[in-house]
């Protein structure tokens, strides 16, 4: 600590002495890269000012990946991709700024597709090609 704020190097650790959040801080804020041992997966990735910023991973503890994605500012940006254990893709979309965009698509543990979700600024539009009625606003009831 220094002025009443977290600085340097940070480890947290387990019961059984295993490291389980490894990073630095600097005047209080995350910053650079930190590892997350979370369940059956470890994330890695960096932060910049305290957010979440370029290129994070998870792997399973087989070391397949489970997770890759983008964040810009903390907020998730560009492809994002989720796996199965087996190494098969489970999901597959793109954000734009926190947002999702275009289309989502979810595969069983086969790889088949299994239902494709197209977001528009992150709204749901399309569920398997249907279209999605809008969400209710206060005022919408018919007289």
Same mark, same amino acid.
């Not at 734009?96 to 528009?120: P, S």
């Given at each position: ?76 940006? %560009?492809?994002?991709? &989720? $796996?199965?254990? #087996? +190494? ?5 979309? =793109? *954000?734009?700024? /926190?947002? !999702?965009? %275009?289309?989502?698509? &979810? $595969?069983?543990? #086969? +790889? ?5 979700? =197209? *977001?528009?600024? /992150?709204? !749901? ?19």
């Amino acid at each position: 600590y220094r002025k009443g704020r977290e600085d340097g190097p940070s480890v947290e650790y387990d019961e059984e002495g295993g490291v389980i959040v490894q990073g630095e801080f600097i005047d209080g804020l995350r910053e650079g890269e930190w590892t997350y041992q979370v369940g059956d997966h470890t994330e890695r990735g960096a932060y910049r000012d305290g957010a979440k910023d370029g290129e994070w991973k998870a792997e399973y503890e087989s070391g397949r990946t489970q997770f890759l994605g983008s964040y810009i500012g903390g907020e998730p940006h %560009g492809r994002h991709r &989720w $796996y199965w254990p #087996n +190494g098969l893709l489970r999901l597959d979309g =793109r *954000y734009t700024m /926190g947002l !999702e965009q %275009g289309d989502w698509t &979810w $595969y069983d543990l #086969n +790889g088949n597709v299994a239902m494709v979700i =197209r *977001y528009k600024d /992150g709204a !749901e539009m399309k569920i398997d090609g249907e279209r999605v009625p809008p969400p209710y606003r206060p005022g919408d009831e018919a007289d």
